[in-house]
């Protein structure tokens, strides 16, 4: 079973909630402040950790702390948090463990104390190289405290850095996303992510967007900008592996690739998904509650949504044709309307650079195309794998 599609998990992610503020693209769940809590909810995770992998096992290869963010706990307080989780996981020496950081929290006493138990990759919060698109973005750190954090990273011994970076914002043109990827790879990072701006409801720039306040650059300036990202990072050395995700050689995030392949993984902390299969055609998702003084009384209790063979063959070929080798296909064709979007070739399919400007709705007529062929979805779940997996 070891070697098995649907063996037990391989990635923990860990949900840190606090922020500074929420900034106002963010959709994800966030608290602003209360530091004075970070050690009992640290506490609590561990609590959940002991009482997941009671139950799921402790074979994990990669951990991710993300938000939120986790760099805003203090270096004690984060370091012994670390200290007991990887103790309990008892990971093996190759492991890839991530942290999530915004740049002006990555002090030297921060980063010796993440090095120092263990933690061998950052993903530090950029999101742009250029002073006013900060500012758009509600950011507190500028461009220079971004290469200040990359320069201790550096000195304090960290070999894999990513930087986030953000394209699609309101008035970018191509120059302003070249100016920031020219400052970006100028940094030398192992890793870049480069994705879109999307207005998620709840966020203040979707409020703003609806009301007419907000411009997002026009269908044919969003075209130019994808292609220029593209090719510019390609022409630095960075191999674009997943439609948001470009790595030198051999430094694609191992945990992230969890997630694309369609692999189980276990998250814990306030709002954490988690995905596992019971069977190789049938599985579960849930997803922590968001109440924070519950979580701190050990009150756990997940929303669980149960996934049949058809919930698992859309949401597989929806993440496996997000990375660049595609997935292995299981008919001899594809619908000719999507001819422009997709490369079919020995059994193997890929999108196009086209095709990953529409990458979502490909997927839903991709798996119509395969139903209409008469093919039950559990029988397409043993044929259709991602190819880098």
């Known amino acids: 079973m070891a070697n098995a599609w649907f ?20 959709g994800f769940f966030v608290l602003a402040g209360r530091h004075e809590l970070h050690d009992a909810y640290w506490q609590a995770v561990l609590a959940e950790v002991r009482e997941r992998t009671a139950q799921w096992g402790r074979e994990f290869a990669t951990v991710y702390l993300g938000g939120g963010t986790p760099s805003l706990s203090s270096a004690r307080s984060l370091g012994r948090f670390l200290e007991q ?22 002090d030297r006493e921060r980063l010796h104390a993440l090095r120092a138990v263990g933690v061998n990759r950052l993903s530090i919060g950029a999101q742009s190289g250029l002073d006013p698109e900060l500012r758009l973005l509600g950011r507190t750190h500028t461009p220079r405290e971004v290469e200040q954090a990359v320069d201790r990273a550096r000195r304090a011994g960290f070999e894999n850095l990513n930087l986030d970076l953000i394209f699609g914002l309101p008035g970018q043109t191509p120059r302003h996303l070249e100016a920031s990827l020219h400052w970006a790879v100028a940094l030398e990072p192992e890793h870049l992510s480069v994705y879109s701006l999307t207005l998620e409801p709840g966020t203040l720039f979707h ?5 007419g306040r907000l411009q997002l650059p026009d269908e044919a300036t969003m075209v130019a900008l994808y292609r220029l990202r593209e090719d510019f990072l390609e022409s630095h050395g960075y191999h674009l592996y997943e439609i948001s995700n470009f790595a030198r050689p051999g430094y694609e995030s191992r945990h992230n690739l969890l997630y694309w392949c369609h692999r189980p993984y276990l998250g814990v902390g306030l709002s954490a998904a988690s995905f596992r299969y019971h069977t190789p055609t ?28 058809r919930a698992l063959l859309l949401e597989r070929v929806f993440l496996g044709i997000r990375l660049r080798e595609g997935i292995r296909w299981p008919v001899p064709s594809v619908p000719e309307a999507l001819e422009p979007y997709v490369r079919l070739r020995n059994g193997v399919l890929a999108l196009t650079a086209e095709g990953r400007l529409v990458a979502d709705r490909l997927a839903v007529e991709l798996v119509a195309f395969l139903e209409q062929q008469g093919a039950e979805p559990a029988a397409l779940l043993q044929k259709i794998r991602p190819v880098a997996c």
């Open 7 to 26: 063996e037990a998990p391989r990635g923990l992610y860990v949900h840190f909630p606090f922020c500074r503020k929420k900034c106002p693209y963010c």
């Open 85 to 106: 989780l990887l103790r309990l996981l008892g990971l093996p020496p190759d492991a890839e463990i991530t942290v999530e950081a915004n740049p002006e929290t990555l």
């Open 207 to 211: 409020r703003e967007a609806r009301r």
């Open 282 to 309: 049938a599985g579960e998702r849930w997803v922590q509650h968001r109440s924070l003084v519950r979580y701190l009384q050990d009150e756990r209790t997940p929303t669980v949504e149960q996934l049949d063979a």
